[in-house]
């Protein structure tokens, strides 16, 4: 019988090693995956607890004008009612001037000393309730004035909207969207696009999606007002749907808790 060559039992099968390989490659891929989402979950949250702390001390004020405006309104309901209590004296003391007239003549001259003076004394005092009618009626007047500028509201603080997250590396192109329609916020005149006509077939804002698609890194960034999540709705499909010559443009999203002047000084230095 021949005698087996000497490096058969040696080789050696690379299969074992080569798969632990892929799977520790595979698992180094998945945990620095998770780790960039955590973070990027944890900036886009700390933007959403200060919009919301920053909408909580709005509405704070808001009930606390609410408040001293009802505040107001009382007073004002007790300045008239003041007013008509003196203009009720008035009538009243004319009434009792004409009463003791008829009463001097009914008497005859021996008791008009006695009317006259009673007369005198309530002369003086319509003169004086007379005399503080000017001032009521300018507490009035001042009241009514305040009541108008309590029920045109507080004025709406300025959102300024600030690069965070994912959006410091990208060219953004900034949307306003509001209850009916949207404001494209670029140039010297905003550019306004009805939600009706958002899809319309080489209309202004298909334009605009094929700009920004051309854009290295530009992206459209929807600015969404809390009365217009309709308007965002629709804007966002079309953006989805529309392919055009650069491909399909990219959106994100970023709430605007109220309804302030939208700042983006921030993004224009």
Do not use: W
Request: aromatic share 4%; proline share 4%; glycine share 8%.
């Amino acid at each position: 019988m021949g005698r087996r060559k000497g490096n058969e039992g040696d080789a050696v099968s690379l299969f074992p090693f080569m798969s632990i390989l892929v799977c520790l490659i595979g698992s180094l891929t998945l945990m620095i995956t998770i780790q960039m989402s955590g973070q990027a979950n944890s900036e886009q949250s700390q933007e959403e607890i200060e919009r919301y702390r920053k909408y909580t001390e709005l509405k704070a004020v808001m009930e606390q004008d609410q408040a001293e405006l009802e505040s107001l309104k009382r007073l004002l309901a007790q300045a008239e009612k003041a007013h008509e209590e003196i203009r009720l004296a008035a009538q009243e003391a004319a009434l009792l001037e004409k009463k003791q007239q008829d009463e001097l003549q009914r008497v005859g001259a021996a008791g008009f000393d006695k009317l006259l003076a009673e007369s005198a004394r309530l002369r003086n005092r319509l003169t004086e309730i007379e005399a503080d009618l000017p001032k009521l009626q300018k507490t009035v007047e001042e009241l009514e004035k305040e009541i108008q500028r309590r029920k045109a509201g507080p004025e709406e603080a300025v959102v300024q909207i600030r690069p965070g997250g994912s959006g410091l590396d990208i060219v953004p192109t900034f949307v306003e969207c509001t209850a009916g329609s949207v404001v494209v916020l670029e140039g010297k005149e905003p550019l306004r696009i009805r939600t009706a006509d958002l899809n319309k077939e080489g209309g202004d804002f298909h334009k605009l999606l094929d700009r920004v698609a051309g854009t290295p890194k530009g992206q459209i960034i929807l600015l969404v007002r809390p009365d217009a999540v309709g308007t965002f709705n629709v804007a966002r499909d079309v953006a989805r749907t529309h392919f055009g010559p650069n491909g399909y443009c990219k959106t994100g999203k970023l709430p605007v808790p109220t309804q302030g002047k939208i700042d983006l000084n921030v993004f224009r230095r």
